[in-house]
């Protein structure tokens, strides 16, 4: 038997919803059945790219609008094919925030002609998730989770509006190429775990399964 590629699984949600803590919950969790998982998280500030991000974010650096939006999704692009080869390898990846979250919080800033449909523009071509898992808490839950105010974009005016492009999105959903689904994430850590295992057993499924069927063809 041919080994089956890696699934690609990212994580969505406000500032505070959980998701790194899910994130490596559900790396465990794979692991535990067998396979080999990856995280990796976005932005990564480790790159000379991400380290400009990192400086914006803090508020030590000004960047125009389009230049920063440019430099998050170039910040995916870096990661691109290192993403290919961990799936192509059997490795299944779990990440932090992607593309959905570069199309959203730059939409949420209102910036003249930046909507969501140009600010997708630089995203297209991106390895593309089997799954976007998207961790719905209301902002009032997510504020109240501490820590809230730290970063540039950590308001409530502002997650308010994230919240809302997000739920346009996963409108939009499939003939846009996104296959989002909401988890709510307002409950206990356990309880969130379960509800994201069941979607993600599914889909890590799926794509071991469609393998097997391709090859007996
Ligand atoms: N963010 C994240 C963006 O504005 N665009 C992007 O492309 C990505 C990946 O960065 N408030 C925002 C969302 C967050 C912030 O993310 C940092 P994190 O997960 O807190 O490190
Ligand atoms: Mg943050």
Redesign the pocket.
Known sequence: MVQSRGALIAFEG??RSG??TQCQLLADHLRTQGHTVSNM???N?TTPIGLM?NSY?AGQMQAEDHV??LL??A??WESAAEIERLIAAGTTVVL????Y??????AAKRVDGMDLKWCRQPEVGLPRPDVCVFLDVDTEVAKRRGGFGE????NAE?QGR?RELFAELQARGRHEGDDIVVVDAGMEVEEVQNRIWRVVDGVVDGVVNKMAAEEMT
Do not use: A
């Open positions: 406000l500032d998701k790194s998280r976005f932005p500030r991000i974010l920063i939006h998050f999704s910040n995916r932090d925030r992607y593309y979250s570069g199309i959203v919080y730059s970063e540039r974009y950590e502002m994230v």
